[in-house]
T-cell receptor, first 109, second 112 residues
Framework: TQLLEQSPQFLSIQEGENLTVYCNSSSVFSSLQWYRQEPGEGPVLLVTVVTGGEVKKLKRLTFQFGDARKDSSLHITAAQPGDTGLYLCAPTGANNLFFGTGTRLTVIP | SQTIHQWPATLVQPVGSPLSLECTVEGTSNPNLYWYRQAAGRGLQLLFYSVGIGQISSEVPQNLSASRPQDRQFILSSKKLLLSDSGFYLC???????????FGNGTRLTVT
């Protein structure tokens, strides 16, 4: 299994602040997915990025896939308590779908 | 529409007892099926995946096993549970390599 490091591991911020979390690997991926998991539930897909350098926006969330397709970032603008959760990245293109180490985000009202 | 059912939702089992968790998918054919485990406060660890009936790939050596007796049924088993088997077990499916993973609601297993 390839290693997919996410940073930071934990992040606690005040409502209204901006933040960026990262997903890094030494391997090249054909595409990458971002999921968010809330306590006691399964992860839910947020976005799939496919092309190197691609930027996708989902309301206040901006996802970027690195030019070399080895890394990705998620930027949240004006975080809200509803953004609280575990953010996971996962490469696609193979049957063994593994996840990154995760970033646990807490947004304090 | 497709749905995934996973049960039971919670389970408390003594050390050394057997385990059977079941997952079924409706509304799709020949899905890829997955079992993940999540320790408290941690990320998801891929345990097993299956691309077809009777085809099981194991990612982590352990005392767990998986079976796929029918196209849309995936079972996670153990003959003798260990304390370290405690965690949140999630079943998931996808129908194409770049499609989303759809997760069940999970089973919280506590081994005492």
């Amino acid at each position: 299994t390839q290693l997919l490091e996410q940073s930071p591991q934990f992040l606690s911020i005040q409502e209204g602040e901006n933040l960026t979390v990262y997903c890094n690997s030494s391997s090249v991926f054909s595409s990458l997915q971002w999921y968010r998991q809330e306590p006691g539930e399964g992860p839910v897909l947020l976005v799939t990025v496919v092309t190197g350098g691609e930027v996708k926006k989902l309301k206040r969330l901006t996802f970027q896939f690195g030019d070399a397709r080895k890394d990705s970032s998620l930027h949240i603008t004006a975080a809200q308590p509803g953004d609280t959760g575990l953010y996971l990245c996962a490469p696609t293109g193979a049957n063994n779908l593994f996840f990154g180490t995760g970033t646990r985000l807490t947004v304090i009202p | 529409s497709q749905t995934i059912h996973q049960w039971p939702a919670t389970l408390v089992q003594p050390v050394g007892s057997p385990l059977s968790l079941e997952c079924t998918v409706e509304g799709t054919s020949n899905p890829n099926l997955y079992w993940y485990r999540q320790a408290a406060g941690r990320g998801l660890q891929l345990l097993f995946y299956s691309v077809g009936i009777g085809q099981i790939s194991s990612e982590v050596p352990q005392n767990l096993s998986a079976s796929r007796p029918q196209d849309r049924q995936f079972i996670l088993s153990s003959k003798k549970l260990l304390l370290s088997d405690s965690g949140f077990y999630l079943c998931a499916w996808t129908d194409r390599l770049r499609s989303p993973l759809h997760f069940g609601n999970g089973t919280r297993l506590t081994v005492t």
